[in-house]
């Protein structure tokens, strides 16, 4: 399989969870396009980063931001509060169309369920086509539909898991290697491999794989 070409255009993605820290805002793209859901605005604008667009159903978010946002030209979409997707996932849906690479802060902290539903959000088949990655303070999980070269020192913990099904997976550049081997969701086998280069490679020739660096 054919890797992708590198990403040409990126888009950072506030989520109303954990304020993002100073070392993931120094880590990002310079003069990033950001998407802020709903109380991720105040994240940003906190962060000192430019919001290009807000959306949600703004039941999160201060007034104060909100006012800020209006006056600095950030295009507002509103969405009813009685709504089928979360505000990340409709953030999503934004980022993607805009982007071959989202890069998530801001989504972990608060309640287990957000958490969770934010991670599977990530792996949803309709953003295959776009490199999505999530930073949660010190942890990196990319989302691997393809092909993905993971940054990480000799000896990082690697941790692979199959979401949504079987997921048939090869890796270079890990201390346990899978070549062309089946992944079974609902198992530990992935937990906790090593890098053993600086650019772990990982293939995914059917499914989707979650990819967790700690």
Known sequence: MTPPTEPK???VVVAGGDPPTPEEIARLPANPVVVAADSGLDHAQAAGLT????????????????????????????HPPDKDQT???????????LADRVIVIGAGGGRLDHLIGNLTVLASPQWS???IEAWLNNT???????HRTLE????????????????????TGLKWPLNDEVLEPLTSRGVSNQATTPTPQI??????VLAVIP
């Open 9 to 11: 255009v990126t888009v």
């Open 51 to 78: 919001v290009a667009i807000a959306v949600g159903d703004m039941d999160s978010v201060s007034p104060e931001a909100l006012t800020t946002a209006e006056q600095s030209g950030t295009r507002i979409e509103r």
């Open 87 to 97: 505000d990340l996932e409709l953030a999503l849906e934004l980022a993607t169309r």
């Open 129 to 131: 086509g776009v490199q």
């Open 140 to 146: 990196q999980v990319l989302i691997v539909h393809s």
């Open 152 to 171: 990480a020192e000799p000896g990082d913990t690697v941790s692979l898991f199959a979401l949504g099904g079987p997921a048939k997976v090869t890796t």
């Open 203 to 208: 293939t995914v020739s059917e499914g989707v």
